[in-house]
């Protein structure tokens, strides 16, 4: 998943990144209000990690962006206010979450995979889509009852076309979502049509074809 993780005390943001890049999610970080009002505003996250008093302004009115842009991005907002009056105010201005600091970074983790579940899944822990199965806690995929062995990245490939499916997907969208702030680096997309030729190939040998190419646009999960 992809995560953006707003906080201005350095150390406690580089824990957090340390600590969910372990569990395999793409981070990508920012250190005061203005990065993040733009990183949010321009790219689409899974998660945003939200502290509300940055140096520079305050997390809440980047969260009134969000829902006003109706952005999709669950967001845990994680402060030092530990008020009720500042959890209402949070959570009525549409967080998913109020987690007060300090906290564990386990439980951090715990309250991400829930918002993720209520959010892309419905509550629940497995997705299926006609013979795909694919557990997202244990990270493993089941085609026609059959595991299929994914890397990591094919693993977030086929979850981000499943929860984006019959979208059209640039090469852009999808290396930015994989890779996240890293991307700007790539000299090309070689490396998006190895993953993707990889798992179009890993589906179709188990009978699931279904990722398409939309030549001169990217790539579609669609079963139409």
């Known amino acids: 998943m992809k995560i953006l993780i707003v906080e201005d005390e350095i150390e406690l943001q580089q824990s957090i990144v340390t600590y969910l890049q372990k569990d395999g999610h793409i981070c990508e970080t920012a250190s005061n209000f203005s990065e993040g009002s733009y990183k949010s505003d321009l790219y689409a996250y ?12 305050s997390g809440l009115d980047i969260l009134k962006t969000l829902k006003e842009e109706h952005k999709h991005s669950g967001i845990i907002i994680i402060s030092a206010n530990s008020s009720l009056e500042d959890k209402l105010k ?16 386990a439980e951090l983790n715990s309250r991400i995979r829930a918002v993720l579940r209520r959010g892309h899944y419905e509550g629940n822990d ?36 499943i929860t984006n499916k019959n979208r059209v997907l ?22 998006i049509y ?20 939309t030549y001169g646009s990217g790539y579609k999960f669609t079963d139409t």
């Open 170 to 191: 640039s090469k852009e969208i999808i290396a930015e979502h994989l890779w996240g702030d890293h991307s700007d680096l790539l000299d090309n997309f070689d490396f």
């Open 46 to 57: 899974d998660i945003i990690l939200l502290d509300i008093n940055l140096l520079d302004g």
């Open 90 to 105: 949070g959570l009525d201005l549409g967080a998913d979450d109020y987690l007060t600091k300090p906290f564990h970074l």
């Open 126 to 161: 497995i997705i299926n889509f006609n013979e795909i199965s694919i557990n997202t806690t244990s990270r493993t995929v089941v085609v026609n009852e059959v595991d299929i062995v994914l890397t990591r990245k094919e693993f977030d490939l086929l979850l981000f076309f």
């Open 194 to 213: 190895v993953h993707i030729n990889n798992l179009r190939k890993k589906l179709t040998n188990k009978g699931a074809k279904y990722i398409q190419t």
